[in-house]
């Protein structure tokens, strides 16, 4: 049973430039979590979906980042233009249905100079 | 909204030994989810055990129990004869039962050295 997939794995790029993170959930879950890991801040909730549909993005840290679930297996976070305070890990989870656990993936490290 | 607090940054024992990591939250919910992850340096983030609050039973996962007193919202993770592989980061996380904000708030984390 494949788990969340996540790539890349990583990416580093240079300041100003678009950066696309992606992910597939497990195959069923209708739950979609993407979070950001760094030192300062720890583990934080950017964005989830239900259904495809975005439900909260008040984590969304500002307009240079957004969010997409075009479909059940699929989504994407995108960054643009990025910015150095932007590096972090950007992990993605799935979770099938209501009070079940979150499977992460392996988490995109992003570096941004 | 919800705090979760780990107080401990890092700590280290031998091998074999037991280790019980610290978690305190704050909430106004009734009914929500504890969870322990653990997050080795492969970065992986491993569920380890979760608790639902209206159980009183603490959970136990093979080495792994909590110690979930809901009054005093405490919900520590002991660990059982130690094992290298047990050397991580470990996060404590709450999750409110029921529909709304489904994402998890995680604490800080504390760094977990297992010494041979």
């Known amino acids: 049973d494949a788990g969340v997939i996540q790539s890349p794995r990583h990416e580093v790029t240079e300041m100003g430039q678009e950066v696309t993170l992606r992910c597939k959930p497990i195959s069923g879950h209708d739950y979609l979590f993407w979070y950001r890991q760094t030192m300062m801040r720890g583990l934080e909730l950017l964005i989830y979906f239900n259904n495809n549909v975005p439900i909260d993005d008040s984590g969304m840290p500002e307009d240079r980042f957004s969010a997409k679930m075009p479909n059940a297996s699929f989504s994407t976070l995108k960054i643009q233009p990025s910015e150095p305070r932007d590096s972090a890990v950007y992990f993605c989870a799935s979770r099938g249905g209501y009070n079940q656990p979150q499977h992460f993936g392996d988490g995109t490290r992003l570096s941004i100079l | 909204a919800q705090t979760v607090t780990q107080s401990q940054p890092e700590m280290s024992v031998q091998e074999a030994e037991t280790v019980t990591l610290s978690c305190t939250y704050d909430t106004s919910e009734s009914n929500y989810y504890l969870f322990w992850y653990k997050q080795p340096p492969s970065r992986q983030m491993i569920l380890v055990i979760r608790q639902e609050a209206y159980k009183q039973q603490n959970a136990t996962e093979n080495r792994f129990s909590v110690n979930f007193q809901k009054a005093a919202k405490s919900f520590s993770l002991k660990i059982s004869d130690s094992q290298l592989g047990d050397t991580a980061m470990y996060f404590c996380?709450?999750?409110?039962?029921?529909?709304?904000?489904?994402?998890?708030?995680f604490g800080k984390g504390t760094h977990l050295i297992i010494q041979p």
């Open positions: 996380a709450f999750m409110k039962s029921g529909g709304g904000a489904d994402g998890l708030t």
